[in-house]
């Protein structure tokens, strides 16, 4: 191939904030993830009677109580009980799918606790390994009946992925505890009870413009009543008022029966952690929308006002002063310098009319309240063309600032749509390109992989938008990391254990375009006389050929093979599409079969029973190399 670069002519101005990161508590991001937090409920608010509770050893009765707890927000606590003084029994917590442990860290054991009046209980308190044996150990005495903070330091003889904390009697009595905590010393940057450092530094890594949370669909909710909301996520932490998270859901692939938002990262968290790694935070409000692929509830129009009365809150929570009512909560937090909060997120994933009127509700205040805040809209998701084509002139009207749209496709889309934005309206919004990723095999398929096709994908694609840096804005891979025990949705920019972390070849793209941002484009042409490959990231849009209707078909199990093509030839390519939706071009099958069939994957794509419609499609050649 050859490239001609024309230096003398001028071309873009690249945006300076083209690379960001997007940050959603999913795939136990934050929870279990870059919260350094080791005890999973150990406010024992989760409405599942102590879960990741178990009892250990003899003589000891476990029970959730409620009676006189803490605060009205944390009612719930554990309460041990024993008769019989030559046992030794209690509990034992596994924390996010085991308690990683590093040797020679230190570890900070914090708990509320007390007995009855005139008692005195010693406590053992245990960090044990995967395999029993006890890699540190302290005892303190729990006295009298008022509740009372206890804090020791552990340190471990040994690095353990999966170890446990466990709590022991060790006489007859009884004892109360709560807000149990335990967290390693070593955090990013000190902060204490803050953020894991390997994961963060991944994060600074990145250089990026901007970090975008709290979601994602957890924005939204499975429901309203679950909807992030961001006053209930600062301030004490025995204040801060659990809810299950939209993951933990039947929507979600491998479904965490134990994922619940703790919010021991929290709104104010998330802002410090902005700033720490030099990016513009960017927080995403919910609009009055619970999440539309969940039960889409809304908030009716006439009903509003305390949604957009909360974004308001937020901003003067973000850069008010401090003799504000919310800038004086941050100051108390310990933050009395602002922010600068300047872009702000109405909605996720939005589509349809009922985005739109309640966008526009919340446009007319905040515009004229707040001038200074950029405001994002949304045009819904992909693979939806569908909605995209019917959001943008509505988009358009309404004279938005910036558009957030979000694409999960394959890479070979990702290959053609380099030149997505090469005509797009310059007169308009901005874009945002919010959330991406090319899928290996099928959006959300657990069967996805990072694989390199997929980063350099990503690549030819970024490629696009540095081009059209004067209309793309800003742009962020999503989601961003996962647990590799505990996820719900793949490929993930960034994969983790308990003790570990690393980038996939995605992030190493995002690095690359990161760290080597320029200021302008110049014209450029690229020719290559070499002939087209038709198979293995290309596809070219065409004319149809054969479609077949397959209706009512119920998504059983993963890598079903759910349709076949015979005598498809090597200009063909197969799509597949449920419903109104077309769905990612599934992988085709070619070199297994060299009589030349395709095959259809649906992974375990569970969203609904539906019309499957398959189309085999020509080439046109406009497929790239
Ligand atoms: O990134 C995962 C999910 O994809 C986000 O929560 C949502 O915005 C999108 O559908």
Redesign the pocket.
């Known amino acids: 191939a050859t490239v001609t670069v024309d230096c003398e002519s001028a071309g873009h101005e690249i945006s300076p904030q083209l690379v960001g990161v997007?940050f959603?508590d999913?795939n136990f991001g934050a929870d279990g993830g870059f919260s350094a937090e080791q005890v999973i409920n150990g406010s024992m608010e989760i409405p599942k009677s102590l879960l990741g509770w178990t009892r250990v050893g003899e003589g000891v009765e476990v029970q959730a109580s409620t009676d006189a707890g803490i605060k009205s927000a944390n009612p719930t606590f554990l309460r041990l009980t024993s008769d019989d003084s030559s046992q030794t029994g209690g509990v034992e917590n596994n924390g996010y799918r085991g308690i990683g442990l590093h040797q020679g860290e230190t570890y900070r054991f914090t708990a509320q606790a007390r007995s009855t009046a005139g008692a005195e209980i010693p406590l053992v308190v245990r960090l044990v390994g995967d395999d029993d044996q006890v890699l540190a150990e302290q005892t303190c005495a729990i006295r009298g009946s008022a509740w009372q903070p206890i804090e020791l330091m552990l340190t471990p003889s040994k690095t353990d992925a999966n170890a446990s904390l466990q709590l022991l009697m060790r006489n007859k009595g009884l004892v109360d505890l709560d807000l149990v905590s335990l967290c390693t010393t070593d955090t990013w940057k000190g902060h204490p009870h803050g953020l894991r450092k390997d994961l963060v530094q991944l994060l600074a890594d990145m250089k990026p413009a901007f970090f975008r949370f709290p979601?994602?669909?957890?924005v939204e909710g499975s429901e309203l009543k679950y909807r992030y909301q961001w006053k209930s996520t600062i301030g004490p932490r025995d204040e801060r008022r659990l809810i299950v998270n939209?993951w933990n859901t039947e929507f979600a692939h491998r479904p965490a029966p134990d994922y619940y938002q703790s919010f021991d990262v929290g709104f104010f968290e998330y802002f410090q952690l902005a700033e720490d790694i030099g990016a513009e935070p960017m927080p995403i409000i919910n609009c009055g929308m619970a999440c539309q692929?969940n039960s889409g509830e809304l908030v009716p129009l006439d009903q509003l006002e305390p949604y957009i009365q909360d974004a308001l809150d937020l901003i003067e929570f973000a850069n008010g002063p401090v003799t504000s009512e919310w800038g004086g909560r941050r100051a108390a937090m310990g933050h009395p310098e602002p922010f600068n909060l300047r872009l702000l997120g109405v909605g996720?994933?939005q589509w349809g009319p009922e985005y739109f009127e309640r966008y526009r509700r919340f446009a007319t205040v905040l515009e004229a309240r707040h001038p200074e805040v950029e405001l994002i809209s949304t045009s819904g998701?992909f693979p939806a063309g569908e909605r995209f084509d019917y959001a943008w002139p509505i988009l358009r009207e309404l004279k938005v600032p910036i558009v957030d749209e979000?694409c999960?496709a394959s890479p070979d889309w990702f290959m053609r749509e380099a030149t997505r934005y090469d005509n797009y309206d310059r007169s308009g919004p901005k874009v945002f390109m919010g959330?991406y990723a090319s899928q290996s095999v099928q959006l959300v398929s657990p069967l996805n992989r990072n694989t390199l096709r997929c980063a350099l994908a990503e690549a030819a694609f970024l490629t696009g938008i540095e081009r059209n840096g004067d209309i793309v804005d800003m742009s962020a891979y999503?989601?961003l990391m996962g647990h590799e025990q505990a996820w719900q949705?793949r490929p993930n920019l960034l994969w983790f254990d308990n003790l570990e972390s690393y980038g996939s070849p995605s992030y190493y793209t995002q690095l690359l375009f990161s760290h080597h941002l320029g200021d302008q484009t110049r014209p450029t042409e690229v020719s290559d006389s070499r002939p087209r490959q038709p198979f293995g990231g290309k596809i070219g849009v065409g004319s149809v050929d054969a479609s077949v209707e397959y209706r009512n078909i119920k998504y059983e199990s993963q890598g079903k093979v759910l349709f076949e093509q015979p005598e498809i030839d090597a200009n063909e390519v197969l799509q597949v599409g449920l419903g109104s939706r077309w769905l990612v071009a599934p992988e085709v099958v070619r070199q297994s079969n060299p009589s030349g069939y395709a095959r259809a994957m649906i992974g375990d794509y569970q969203w609904a029973e539906g019309t499957l419609t398959l189309e085999v499609r020509k080439l046109d050649g406009r497929g790239g190399p």
Do not use: L, T
């Not at 979601?215 to 957890?218: K, M, P, T």
């Open positions: 997007f959603e999913i979601g994602g669909c957890i939209r692929f996720n994933e998701p979000h999960y959330e999503a989601p949705w």
